[in-house]
C-alpha cells in the first residue's frame, strides 16, 4: 500500500500501454506541476508469471511485443529545453518476481555465448525478500527499471535501449525518496513510466532484474533553473551506503549520468556531468571539481545489456560537504 497522498491513480488494468517512445502519441493525460500521481505498472510480461511458470510457459510468451509502460502523461506548462524533477514518493513491488535470460543465440546480455540455453528464475516477494536457491536471500529495493521522457526526434522508438532523455536507464539507484532530474526534448515531456524491479545488480548483465510488477508513486517540478543534456538523480536510500557510526540514516548522493553507445564515453559524460554540477551548484572550481571526482566519486555502470546504449553514473555523497 502507497504511503503518500495522490491526486491521481493510473491504473495497471487499463491494457492500453505505451510500448514505443514516440512524440505523435496523445497523452493519456495532462497534470499540472506538483502533481502527486500513483502509476500502477505491470510487469515487463503483463502479469503472465506465477509461482508455478516454468520454462516451457516462458518459451510461449511474446516476446518482442515491447515494454508496456504507463503513459505519455504530459505535464503542463513544461517546454522543450526544461528540465523535469521526478520526485519518486513510493515504489511498492508484487508478491511474485521473475528473472529471466535467452539463449544466447539472441545475443541478449553481457555473456550469451556462454549460456546457449535459455535461464530462469520464479521469486516468491509476499515475505518482503527475494527467496533464491541453498537458502540465499535477496534484500529488496524496488525502483522502475524504465522511466524517461519521450525522444524529440520524430517517429517510433524502441523502449529498449536507454536514451538522454531517460527511458529503460535500469538505474537502481531511483528508489522511493530519490529524484530525478531530466532534459526535455519535447512541449509537456511525455512521461512514461514501467519495468518494475524488485531488486537488481548495477549492469543487470544477464539481461533481467528480479522483475516484477510496481506501483510507483511520483510529483513531478518544472525546473528553469538547470540546464541539463543527461540524467541526473539525488538518490533515496542506498544499499551501499547503509547508515552506520556518525551516520544515523543512510547517506544521501548525488549522480550524473553518461549515456551513449560505448561505456567510454558514457563515463566520460557522467564525470563531465558531475564536474558541471560541483562548479555550478559547488561553486568549485572546475580543476578542484575534478579532483573530488577521482577521490571521492563512484563511478558505476547501472546497465551494460540494453544495445545499443550503456548507462553509467558518477555519485557523490553530500555528507562530505559543511551543511
Known amino acids: ?4 497522498s495522490t491526486d491521481l491513480t493510473l491504473p495497471r488494468g487499463d491494457d492500453d500501454f505505451q510500448r514505443e517512445w514516440n512524440n505523435a502519441l496523445d497523452p493519456i493525460t495532462t497534470v499540472a506541476p506538483g502533481t502527486v500521481v500513483r502509476f500502477e505498472c505491470p510487469d515487463a510480461r503483463e502479469g503472465q508469471f506465477s509461482l508455478d511458470t516454468d520454462l516451457a510457459d516462458v518459451k510461449a510468451m511474446d516476446h518482442d511485443s515491447g515494454m508496456p509502460l504507463v503513459g505519455p502523461v504530459a505535464i503542463d506548462g513544461l517546454e522543450a529545453g526544461d528540465v523535469l524533477a521526478v520526485e519518486i514518493l513510493d515504489v511498492d513491488h508484487g508478491d511474485v518476481g521473475w528473472t529471466l535470460f ?3 543465440e539472441r545475443g541478449f546480455g553481457l555473456l550469451p555465448e556462454e549460456f546457449p540455453d535459455w535461464g530462469l528464475h520464479v521469486w516468491d516477494l509476499s515475505a518482503g525478500v527475494g527467496e533464491f536457491v541453498d537458502g540465499i536471500e535477496i534484500p529488496l529495493a ?3 527499471g524504465t522511466i524517461g521522457l519521450t525522444p524529440g526526434e520524430p517517429g517510433s522508438h524502441s523502449t529498449t535501449p536507454p536514451r538522454a532523455v531517460g527511458g529503460n536507464v535500469d538505474t537502481k539507484y531511483l528508489t522511493a525518496g530519490s529524484t530525478l532530474y ?3 526534448e519535447v512541449d509537456g515531456g511525455l512521461f512514461a513510466v514501467g519495468d518494475g524491479h524488485a531488486a537488481q545488480g548495477d549492469g543487470e548483465v544477464c ?21 541539463l543534456d543527461q540524467p541526473q538523480f539525488r538518490s533515496g536510500e542506498r544499499p551501499d551506503y547503509p547508515a552506520g557510526p556518525g551516520r544515523p540514516s543512510p547517506v544521501p548522493t548525488y549522480a550524473t549520468t553518461g549515456v551513449a553507445d560505448d561505456l567510454m564515453t558514457a563515463s566520460k559524460r557522467a564525470v563531465s556531468g558531475m564536474v558541471d554540477h560541483l562548479h555550478a551548484e559547488r561553486d568549485l572550481s572546475r580543476e578542484k571539481a575534478y579532483i573530488l571526482c577521482s577521490v571521492a566519486g563512484d563511478l558505476k555502470i547501472n546497465e551494460i545489456v540494453d544495445e545499443p546504449n550503456y548507462v553509467v553514473s558518477l555519485h557523490l555523497r553530500e555528507d562530505i560537504f559543511p551543511e
Open 102 to 104: 535467452y539463449p544466447g
Open 142 to 144: 524496488p525502483f522502475p
Open 1 to 4: 500500500m502507497t504511503r503518500a
Open 182 to 184: 531530466l532534459p526535455v
Open 207 to 227: 539481461g533481467g532484474a528480479i522483475e516484477t510488477a510496481v506501483d510507483v508513486t511520483c510529483r513531478f517540478e518544472r525546473r528553469r533553473d538547470l540546464s
